[in-house]
Each structure stands twice: as C-alpha cells, then as structure tokens.
C-alpha cells in the first residue's frame, strides 16, 4: 500500500477514507492513517483520539471499525485507553520528522564498499561467448532429478534439520577422494568445508585468515570475485602482475608488500590463460612459508583438461604446503546450485574448526547428499567426460573462427583447460567499447582491460567464453566480432 498524503489533524478526523478495493479495508486504511499521523507528529503525545462514535459518524464508516482499529492501536503500543477515551502515548524517541520514510541522503554503509568496482553488467546465461557459463542445456537433468529423488526418498526429520556447519560428512568424503584422483589433492575429508560456491570460499579465507589492514595480494588481471572478498574484509590489495608463467612475483613485491594472503588461479590463470609454472609453485610455496603467508589456489575449471600433460593442484604439491585449496560445482554442475568446497591444511583446521562450526550453519542438506551421491555413483566422472569432450570441440571451432575470420591483429592466449579463451588485441581496438557494443548484440565477450586494476597496454583484448555456445555459431559470431572491433577503431580515427 503506498503512503497516504500527510493530513492535517483536523484533516484527519474529515477526510473521508477510500472506497475501492486496492486502497485496502476501511480498518487498515485508519489504522495507517492514524499510525503515521503518531509517528510524524501530527497527533501529539498525549492528544485525545475522537471519540468512537464520533469518528465512525465524520468518517461516514462503522464504529466496530474505528474501536477496533483502537484496539490494534493500543495492542501495538501506539495509544492507551484511559477514563477519558483513548490517548496517543509519550514516544520515547523524538518524533520522526515529516515525510516519514524518505532517507536524509544516501544509505549509510561501510566504507569499505568503496573499493568494490562495478563488475560487467549482468546478462543472461544463454549470452553467447560469456566466460564462466557451463553448457547448461547440456546438463543431465534426469540424472541430477534422479539424484536428488534419492536424497530426498532417505530424508527424515533429523535430516531436516541443521546439519553439520562444515557439510555433510558423505559430500566431503566424497570430495576428498575425487580430488585425491583427479588433482592430485592430498587431505581428508575432515579437512573439507563445504561452501556456497567458490565465492564464499574465498570470503570465508579471508575472514579466518586476515585482519583488517593485512596486504592481500591478486593477480592482475584477475578474477573480481577474490577483489570484491578482499575489500569486504578491509584487506589492503595489491595487484601482482601475471605473464605466460602465471603469477610473477617478484623480490621487491615480497619486500614492499610481504602478503598475508595471496589468491591465485594456477591451472588456468583467470581470465589470461597462464599455467603456473612449476618453478614459481615451488618458489611461491616457499615464500609463502618464509613468510608467514597463505596461498589460496582457486582450482575453478581444471576439471576440463584439453591439451598437455595433466598439471596437479599446487595443494599436493609438497606436504603440509601453505595453500587453502578452493573448488567449485558451478563449472561441472552448474552454478545456480551454489556448492563449492574449501580444503584447509591439517593444522589450520584444528586451530579454526570452533571458530568455523559457530560461524557456519550448513544448509542444502539434500542437494549435498545429493551431490555426494552423484560423484560416489560414477555419474559425475561420466558427465565430466562428456563435458570435456564437448568444450574440447567448441575449443577447437572457436580458435578455427578466430583464425579464419577475426580480421584485425591478435594473439590467443590460454585453452590449456576450462571454458575460455582470451584474445589479446592492440590498443587501438578499445577492448570495453568492443564488449559494450557486443552486447548490443547478445553477446557477451568481457574486456580483459577490466579484471585489470593498473591495466597495460597489453591487457586490452576479449574474453571469450565458449561454455555456452554451440560449435557451429562460431563463424558468424567471429564475424560479427570482426566488424565491431574494425567499427571501433574506425569511430577512434
Ligand atoms: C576464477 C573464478 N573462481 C571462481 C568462480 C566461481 O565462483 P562460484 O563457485 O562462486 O560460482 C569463477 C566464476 O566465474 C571464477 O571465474
């Protein structure tokens, strides 16, 4: 119900109360008249209410609804019967001023918001050539409904209700053996905490990790999402650059800003493409350590291998390394169903694990038993492989389309693994103004220049997601992104 007009309180009394249905009942329309008239001030403290009768005569409606609407007034603390009638009462707050509801400016919020940037503007999942979306319409539905049929048939009040804050031990056990296999991730499933997706893995890194103030190192480019969980935590970020090799450290970055925390992305560097070496995992580990800091390795789309030989998590790497290892269903599953997982190194874990239980609360009880049936039943390992494939050949259709039909100078970099690649473009072709007008057309490549925070010159070109779109749609789409691209260096002569 939108707010009435302020009255006088003369008004208040004689002007009559609507008559159509949308205004809502007699009863609650001076119940919210009368409410607001209290709270602005309009009806003093102390001020007698019209008596019922009298009301109910000027405002031409029953008297049952004026004593009623009394009642509910008195009930909620707003007036007091006495001998005489009905009194508004002394609020103990100042009256609130006139035009109730409207804030002085605007909403008061943590500074610390400041620093968050605005990401790309949201589109739809199906945008072709967005990174980061999976083949959705590729997902096993019948298999997953299948999954979850079981997860519920089993339920019982007990699994109704909170679960452990940590997740539920089968998905964690389940975790801890496929990443045992597939990425060479050495724990248990103690050490496993379940998320809501990668995301909240990286915030919860840095709210047991970091206090406020503590350097946090990203690369640069690099994913916002691990930015955006910096700020939140008042960390002080600083961008470390990325090349071919990855994340590149060097001395005096360790000197000047020794980290608390550093994020990386090793088996796929997002969005440029790097495979961390192996000489700078055992240089950064080893920093790290020497350092008092803690690596956080996101691991986000190293299940889809296309070339090479398979690179491990830098988390099994060597032992008790000091890497939080983070990883995600978005990419193999599909992102709306919000489960990731963090792996704590043992030691870490005994000293957090309280601090941890009281912070969390689990939740998604069945989707997680679900989910740990979907991997113990083979199912997972199947749809992966399925998937691989897929993207490998959309991989493939997409470079062909770029070689053939990108016509302006580029480079591509990445395609070792994951749903994405990155094409470098000279600066002369405004890699944001490209993606703007993209997105005139549906399409949703992002501009490498933005997941920059002191972007080079080399940091201006396309990241092209291939996830989501079909192989056949890539010449014309190229295409497309050849014209626009010329389009813009053009509209910049
Ligand atoms: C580098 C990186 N990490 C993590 C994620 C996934 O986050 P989440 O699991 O919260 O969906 C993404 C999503 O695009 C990403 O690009």
């Known amino acids: 119900m939108s707010n009435p007009p302020h009255l006088d309180a003369a008004a208040l009394f004689e002007s009559p109360l609507a008559r159509d249905r949308e205004a809502g009942s007699m009863q609650r329309q001076l119940h919210e008249r009368l409410k607001r008239a209290i709270l602005d001030g309009s009806l003093a403290p102390g001020s007698r209410l019209p008596g019922s009768r009298a009301l109910a005569e000027a405002l031409a409606i029953s008297r049952n609804t004026v004593t009623a609407t009394y009642e509910h007034l008195a009930a909620e603390g707003y007036v007091r019967p006495d001998r005489q009638g009905t009194r508004v009462i002394e609020l103990t707050s100042p009256a609130l001023p006139r035009g109730l509801g409207k804030p002085a400016g605007a909403p008061a919020t943590a500074r610390r918001l400041a620093g968050i940037k605005p990401s790309t503007p949201f589109t739809t999942p199906d945008a072709a050539l967005r990174p980061g979306v999976p083949a959705l319409s590729h997902f096993p539905s019948a298999a997953w409904r299948g999954a979850l049929d079981r997860a519920m048939r089993a339920a019982s009040p007990a699994t109704l209700g909170y679960g452990n804050p940590l997740g539920e031990p089968p998905l964690r056990a389940a975790i801890a053996r496929h990443l045992a296999i597939a990425r060479g991730v050495r724990c248990e499933a103690s050490q496993v905490v379940i998320a809501e997706g990668a995301q909240e893995a990286i915030s919860l890194c840095v709210r047991l990790l970091a206090n406020p103030g503590d350097t946090g190192w990203v690369e640069d480019p690099g994913y916002r999402g691990a930015k955006a969980a910096m700020h939140a935590g008042d960390m002080r970020i600083v961008p470390v650059r990325v090349d071919a090799e990855g994340l590149c450290a060097s001395a005096g970055d360790w000197q000047k800003h020794p980290p608390r925390l550093i994020y990386t992305t090793p088996s796929h560097q997002y969005p440029a493409g790097a495979v961390l070496s192996i000489a700078r995992r055992?240089?950064?580990?080893?920093e790290a350590r020497r350092h008092g800091a803690w690596i956080i390795e996101d691991d986000y789309d190293s299940e889809f291998r296309h070339t090479g030989e398979p690179v491990g998590a830098m988390q099994g790497l060597v032992d008790d390394a000091p890497v939080l290892y983070i990883g995600t269903f978005s990419k193999t599953m599909f992102p709306s169903l919000r489960l990731g997982f963090l792996v704590l190194p043992r030691q870490l874990m005994a000293v957090v694990q309280t601090a941890l239980e009281e912070m969390l609360r689990g939740g998604h009880r069945h989707e997680q038993i679900a989910m740990a049936g979907f991997i113990e039943s083979g199912q997972f390992s199947r749809h992966l492989g399925r998937m691989r494939r897929l993207y490998r050949e959309r991989q493939q259709a997409l470079r062909l389309a770029l070689t053939?039909?990108?016509?302006?100078?580029?480079?591509?970099?990445?395609?070792?693994?994951?749903?994405?690649?990155t094409v470098r473009l000279p600066p002369q072709f405004d890699d944001r103004r490209i993606a703007a007008e993209a997105l005139r057309h549906q399409l949703a490549p992002a501009a490498l220049?933005?997941?920059?925070?002191?972007?080079?010159?080399t940091d201006n070109g396309l990241v092209l997601g291939y996830g989501n779109t079909s192989a056949e749609l890539f010449e014309p789409l190229v295409k497309r992104l050849s014209q626009l691209a010329r389009a813009v260096e053009r509209s910049r002569a």
């Open 282 to 286: 055992l240089a950064l580990i080893a």
């Open 404 to 421: 053939r039909h990108l016509k302006v100078p580029h480079e591509i970099d990445g395609g070792y693994c994951g749903l994405h690649l």
């Open 449 to 457: 220049s933005s997941f920059a925070i002191q972007p080079l010159p």
